[in-house]
């Protein structure tokens, strides 16, 4: 009964990790559509999720502890731990096919944020180069050649009395 209320919430967290990956492609969408307002929608939108996954996070720490406990096995510290120490080999052939799942999903969302980052540092330095275009520095805005200063005699006064 504890293994199987177990995998329903590795089931969940396979499902909102599948929701969050949905949500990081709709992000890139937009980031290249330049609609901000609907990337503020799915971001927060995936801070839903997030925080939904971290509630199911401490509820499969939890239940994973319960069921060691209860059926006098060591806490198991990995997956791979977990699915040694279940005896039912129908649950957890079905276990390991929804952790191997989950653990897609995660990594594709991995890339797929990865590439939301590049797109937003690039937007950045676009911007950047764009701002720097409006606004020339102090130096580009005088006229002459830039060794200008440099050419000027250094020891020599301004009123030379010896006339």
């Not at 969940?12 to 492609?25: A, G, N, T, Y």
């Amino acid at each position: 009964m504890a293994l199987q209320a177990l995998f329903q919430t590795i089931e969940k967290l396979h499902k909102l990790h599948r929701s969050l990956l949905e949500i990081s492609r709709l992000k890139t969408d937009h980031l290249k559509a330049n609609e901000m307002d609907s990337l503020q929608k799915q971001l927060l939108a995936e801070k839903k999720h997030v925080q939904a996954v971290v509630q199911l996070e401490n509820l499969r720490i939890t239940q994973t502890e319960s069921w060691a406990v209860s059926a006098g096995f060591p806490v198991p510290g990995t997956v791979t731990e977990l699915l040694e120490l279940i005896t039912d080999d129908e649950l957890a052939g079905q276990l390991e096919q929804e952790l191997i799942g989950l653990t897609e999903a995660v990594t594709e969302l991995k890339k797929q944020e990865a590439l939301n980052q590049q797109l937003l540092e690039q937007s950045m330095q676009f911007v950047q180069i764009s701002l720097d275009m409006l606004a020339p520095s102090i130096q580009s805005l005088n006229y002459g050649t830039p060794n200008q200063d440099q050419q000027r005699p250094q020891n020599r006064a301004l009123f030379d009395s010896k006339v």
